[in-house]
């Protein structure tokens, strides 16, 4: 057997909840560590005094009692798990695990049994139910009737609100009364907080966060008094978790954190944090409410009698050895600014966000305490202002997300620096180690294509070209000569020009320029439909012509693929593809040598095939079409070109295409209607060139245009 015994998803009961963690013995403690909230319990062995093994909600439990009174009980066993620990805590803890049942028969009169701190109520001497009396919170008696209270666990889904024994009345010769004797057995064990004896030490007037208020702290033995103008909370120091102290950003103010479980209640509301704000430059002088003697002995040079210093030191050092736990300072990270935190927004409340050697906190609306081994993985993302900031997301291992937002983009090299050096699981982890400093950080979409962007992009481009306002689209333009013209005003060569505007001189080089800018989009559509044309072209085959030769794999899958359908019934077409590539490569080499030659074979006969094709003609009758494409087309250029140079020469009146004839022409036209007019004269030269390069179906129509 070896020196320790551990067991994961075991459940211990916290009033009235079962909180879920990992339960380990070994030779020297018992150790439990809650996963909700981290806090580990630790049981000396030499202090255990009894075990039972007992058949509970969740399986088989364990319940522990030490010398001290309390009561452990834990849950989530199997069977199997009992003779492990029984033969650990006879060889390690000279403790015999005791098998108990409890008493299922439902009835409700039976005897109550005070052990340490646990009520137990008996029938034949089986327990039938327990009640831990640090679970109780107040006790009330009647004639013969006592009721126990109970305090309530916000996690626990069903709560119980209390207990009413009935106390017979007693006969014996004492003369004690038995209803006010149980109620002080309860009361003796029971949480119940009462302010008797003085303070240690008061602190008078401190600013608190959490709840908001100025308080006064009243330090007792065994819990804390915050009393204020409208509330007042007493807190045992036994529902302290963690203690923070938190340098401010500003370098003049410390905030001291007090985490609790259970938190504080006001209502419906929790608080689970306890935020004090300090000023730096505020000093005290506090004498404790004990002699010297009695400070030495009860805290061990921890505290001293009379003590001196910074505010936030003194109230510190106090709640640090009343307490009895560690206080959580700021570990290594350093921010842009120098700080130790980082400025950012959780839940539309700005606050500050500390990066601690094992884990983060908020602070402060609402705080929030996120430990490294409760998180999933974390998260850099796109802010609502890329430029300027960015997210960091927090998701945790019970599918809880936390953001915090509007962090400055300076800040990101040296959070993404700290979260990679505590090895946390990054999201996007893939897009941030190729950036280069802190103004590269981006989310995952930034680094996929974007097609709205890129399509926006090329509206945007269309849009600039066809208002004619970039001069370099005129180089595009052959009848265009940049020297000829005044291109200062951009409203002047507008497609909408009124009819006055070419009353002028038809000579005039200036309303020429604005009659050829205004030919400039119809271009560009002509040559964008130009370009997509060829397309078209590649699909036209002759079908005349011998089909090519089919390749090995492909004769070999014709030669099998019923084989493969037979074997495998039901299979689809794509399944098909799928087997016959797995079977092909498994194919042996002489079997790929025999369909490899008949490919061969296949190959000469259609190289013959082509061959006795071409001489007959076939070859010669393609060639023929495809010559008479490109000459329509390049004589289509040429008259286009022609025409442009006489435009050129002779002005507007000097030369007018056929499309363009009439009986009679008004020398008083718009620009507009004249610009109609050459769109239509470019669309039939554009049908010119269709027709010239039409498939070799439809060349008896395009030659009789």
Not at 8 to 25: A, C, M, P, T, Y
Request: a negative charge; one cysteine or more.
């Amino acid at each position: 057997m070896g020196d320790t015994l551990e067991f994961n998803d075991i459940h211990q009961e916290v009033k009235g909840s079962w909180n879920d963690g990992r339960l380990r013995f070994s030779k020297q403690t018992v150790v439990y560590k809650s996963h909700k909230t981290g806090k580990v319990d630790s049981i000396p062995a030499p202090d255990l005094s009894e075990a039972q093994w007992r058949r509970v909600c969740l399986g088989h439990g364990l319940k522990l009692a030490t010398s001290t009174g309390h009561i452990y009980k834990y849950d989530g066993f199997k069977e199997t798990d009992y003779e492990k620990i029984s033969a650990f805590f006879k060889a390690n803890y000279k403790v015999e695990l005791e098998e108990k049942d409890m008493c299922v028969k439902g009835w409700n009169w039976g005897t109550a049994k005070f052990a340490g701190s646990l009520l137990s109520f008996d029938v034949s001497d089986s327990p039938v139910f327990e009640i831990p009396l640090s679970s109780v919170s107040q006790c009330a008696t009647g004639k013969n009737e006592v009721t126990v209270e109970f305090h309530q666990n916000d996690d626990a889904e069903v709560s119980l609100m209390e207990v009413r024994f009935y106390v017979p009345p007693n006969t014996g010769d004492d003369g004690s009364d038995p209803v006010e004797a149980f109620a002080q057995n309860i009361l003796s064990k029971a949480d119940v907080i009462q302010a008797t004896g003085d303070a240690v030490c008061i602190f008078k007037e401190l600013q608190c966060l959490t709840p908001r208020g100025r308080y006064d702290i009243r330090i007792y033995p065994t819990f804390l008094h915050l009393h204020g103008k409208t509330f007042d909370y007493k807190i045992p120091y036994t529902t302290v978790l963690r203690l923070f102290l938190l340098p401010h950003k500003d370098q003049r103010q410390m905030f001291f954190v007090i985490s609790l479980d259970p938190p504080i209640k006001q209502g419906q509301t929790r608080y689970h944090f306890l935020i004090l704000l300090f000023s730096k430059d505020e000093d005290i002088s506090l004498a404790l409410n004990m002699s010297e003697d009695e400070v030495e002995k009860r805290y061990e040079g921890k505290l001293s009698k009379n003590m001196s210093g910074p505010l936030y030191e003194i109230v510190s050092r106090v709640m640090k050895a009343l307490v009895n736990r560690k206080i959580t300072v700021p570990g290594n990270f350093q921010g842009h600014s120098g700080s130790q935190c980082i400025t950012c927004a959780y839940k539309a409340s700005s606050g500050l966000l500390y990066p601690l050697e094992r884990g983060f906190i908020y602070v402060h609306k609402p705080p929030v305490h996120l430990r490294f081994e409760e998180i999933s993985c974390v998260n850099f993302a796109r802010g609502t202002t890329t430029t300027r900031s960015f997210d960091f997301e927090i998701e945790t291992k019970q599918n809880n997300q936390f953001t915090f937002s509007n962090i400055e983009r300076e800040e990101y090299g040296k959070l993404f620096d700290f979260v990679n050096a505590k090895k946390l699981t990054i999201k996007n982890r893939g897009f941030k180690e190729g950036m280069k400093g802190a103004e590269d950080y981006s989310d995952s979409d930034e680094d996929q294509h974007d097609a709205y962007l890129e399509r926006m992009k090329e509206e945007g481009k269309i849009r600039e070209e066809g208002d004619g306002s970039d001069d370099s689209e005129g180089d595009s333009d052959e009848s265009f000569n940049p020297g000829e013209e005044d291109d200062d005003v951009p409203e002047e060569y507008d497609s909408n020009a009124s009819v006055s505007d070419s009353e002028g001189d038809d000579g005039d080089s200036e309303d020429e320029g604005k009659k050829k800018k205004v030919e400039k989009k119809p271009k560009k559509v002509v040559k964008e439909k130009k370009e997509r044309k060829p397309r078209k072209e590649k699909k036209v085959k002759d079908a005349a012509a011998p089909k090519r030769p089919m390749s090995a794999y492909m004769l070999w899958l014709n030669g099998n693929r019923e084989r493969i359908k037979s074997e495998n019934p039901g299979i689809s077409i794509t399944e098909i593809s799928k087997k016959a590539g797995e079977m092909w490569k498994q194919l042996g080499k002489d079997k790929k040598e025999e369909w490899d030659k008949k490919a061969e074979e296949a190959k000469r006969q259609y190289e013959k095939a082509m061959k006795e094709y071409k001489e007959s003609g076939g070859g010669a009758a393609a060639a023929t079409k495809e010559k008479k494409k490109k000459g329509g087309k390049v004589e289509a250029k040429k008259k286009s070109g022609g025409e442009k140079e006489k435009k050129k020469e002779g002005g507007n009146d000097s030369f007018k295409s056929k499309e363009f004839i009439s009986s009679e022409e008004s020398s008083s036209e718009s620009d507009h209607d004249r610009g109609s007019k050459r769109k239509a004269s470019d669309d039939d030269d554009e049908e010119e060139e269709a027709a010239a390069s039409t498939p070799a179906s439809s060349e008896e129509e395009s030659g009789s245009d």
